[in-house]
């Protein structure tokens, strides 16, 4: 057992306890005995000092040319680069996902900040004909202040990349605020950050539980924006409270993602989709998939294959590289997948494989659940509506294309989709009539790529997209401009026109 690591604040430069002094533990989720870091508990008072440290930093941190700011989340991207297999490994202790999947979130930070960087020579804006003569008019990007992260645990380097890297490239200063789960691999991040030599303020970290310093950040009247991923409940409060408060806010929240099987389908293709689609990252992900929709055609036989391939699923600790699926994030989340199996066979549904915590010999100390699939799911079962986040994936059967969208489409959430068919035309249609913001055909619902926009429509979010150039859009604010060189008063909309126009 390793000793646990002491994470700390990082506030205007400087590494610090909270000041009330309280801390708090992160464990391995394979092994709940062992601790693998202690945290600060931080309070308003922290999360006062963090935003007063980046309102100080913002006023030259605005100044400093783009292309430089953006040379600062470069040398990130190459310090993780180096630590790729070091934070790989901690995430996995701390989080619980297999290896692969741990080198995988870290390389997704890696492309977001190389990414991300380029972006700091081109920022574009417009220029576009004044409806005047000698009249120059343009638009420019400008930053918006101080912006608070809040990240979830799923994705632990990721998401937290994601949103600071962007920000920062377009001369915002940040407060990462990240899950009470992940406070090591948060803190390690933020080093490298540190290490890469940004300025005191300009990147800051505040650990501690969301009701107290989440809460804090949210209702601070110098943050002038949030950008949080989480569940619908908290960012139902995150909304509302930035609405009252007047603060610019994005808003990443859940998923009940599908994956339709037409009768035409390469069945193979799909069910390795299907495999990792739904119990990658042990079913934690936004855009896991937790429907199946299958064509009555196929249902028998792709089931029976589902079934033989899950059985074979081993259980484990992230850091085995034998592990296929590693144990869900802590006591509650198990709790909550439980729950949901108490519910799946109360509404009807038939557990074909799985169903149970799995708490024997090596797995006695961790959180796992079993791989599980649900048949007999009717499109208005709370299993076929609700997040439920773990191994869990619900059949649904169907007899057209039609129906299939439509089934797809019942649902309050709109992240992620995957359509399994070798007709051409229907892949085109189910482009179009998808309510989704990403839509796969032949592929599974999971492996989002930084340079495109990601987000959800309905309850997944809040029209904002986060990677891809519209990250810009979140972190900056248009300014439109006008020059004129004429010399004279020019009155737009009167002077171009004369009385009788
Ligand atoms: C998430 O689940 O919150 O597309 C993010 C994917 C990953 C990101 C998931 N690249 O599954």
């Not at 400087?14 to 309280?22: E, F, M, N, Y």
């Not at 799923?154 to 490239?169: D, H, Q």
């Not at 004429?486 to 002077?495: E, F, P, V, Y």
Request: with cysteine.
């Amino acid at each position: 057992m390793t000793t646990p690591l002491t994470c700390r604040n990082y506030i205007d430069g400087q590494w610090l306890s909270a000041v009330g002094g309280s801390t708090l533990e992160s464990s391995n989720p394979a092994c709940f005995t062992e601790i693998v870091a202690t945290f600060p508990r931080s309070t308003a008072d922290d999360v006062n000092l963090a935003v007063a440290a980046a309102r100080q930093a913002y006023r030259s941190w605005r100044k400093v040319p783009a292309p430089a700011r953006a040379e600062y989340v470069f040398r990130v991207g190459e310090l993780l680069l180096q630590h790729k297999e070091e934070l790989a490994q901690l995430m996995s202790r701390e989080m619980g996902k297999p290896l692969t999947e741990t080198r995988g979130d870290v390389q997704e930070g890696i492309d977001c900040a190389f990414y991300s960087a380029g972006e700091g020579r081109r920022l574009f804006g417009q220029t576009t004909p004044s409806e005047m003569p000698n009249k120059f008019a343009m638009t420019v990007r400008t930053p918006v202040g101080v912006c608070a992260l809040i990240t979830p645990w799923n994705f632990p380097i990721a998401i937290p990349c994601w949103k600071a890297m962007p920000a920062l490239v377009c001369g915002n200063t940040v407060i990462l605020k990240p899950a009470e789960d992940t406070p090591a691999c948060a803190t390690k991040l933020i080093e490298i950050f540190a290490a890469a030599g940004l300025p005191p303020g300009v990147i800051n970290l505040v650990h501690g539980v969301g009701e107290e310093a989440g809460k804090a950040l949210v209702e601070h009247p110098d943050v002038d924006l949030v950008s949080f991923t989480g569940s619908s409940e908290t960012g139902a409060f995150v909304g509302a409270t930035c609405g009252r408060t007047h603060k610019r806010v994005c808003l990443e929240m859940g998923g009940k993602n599908a994956q339709v099987v037409m009768e035409d389908a390469d069945l193979e293709l799909a069910l390795d989709g299907a495999i990792w689609g739904a119990f990658g990252t042990t079913g934690q992900r936004c855009t896991a998939t937790s429907r199946l929709i299958l064509h009555h055609d196929i249902k028998e036989k792709f089931t029976a294959m589902l079934y033989e391939r899950t059985s074979k699923l081993r259980l484990g600790a992230g850091t085995d590289p034998n592990t296929d699926i590693g144990p869900l994030v802590n006591a509650n989340q198990l709790q909550r997948v439980n729950n949901y199996l108490d519910i799946a066979r109360e509404e009807g549904a038939k557990v074909l494989i799985g169903g149970k915590i799995a708490n024997e010999g090596a797995l006695k100390n961790g959180y796992f659940f079993q791989p599980t699939i649900l048949d007999n799911v009717t499109p208005d079962m709370r299993v076929a509506q609700e997040e439920i986040f773990g191994p869990v994936v619900a059949l649904i059967e169907v007899n057209s294309f039609e129906d299939a969208i439509a089934v797809l489409n019942n649902t309050n959430y709109g992240l992620s989709s995957s359509v399994y068919t070798r007709d051409i035309n229907r892949a085109f249609a189910a482009i179009r009539d998808i309510e989704a913001g990403i839509t796969y055909i032949n592929g599974p619902t999971i492996g989002a790529e930084v340079h495109l926009p990601f987000g959800g429509v309905k309850n997944t979010g809040n029209g904002h997209r986060e990677a891809g150039t519209t990250a810009l859009d979140v972190f900056t604010e248009w300014k439109s401009v006008y020059v004129d060189f004429s010399g004279h008063l020019q009155r737009a909309q009167i002077d171009n026109r004369t009385e009788q126009q």
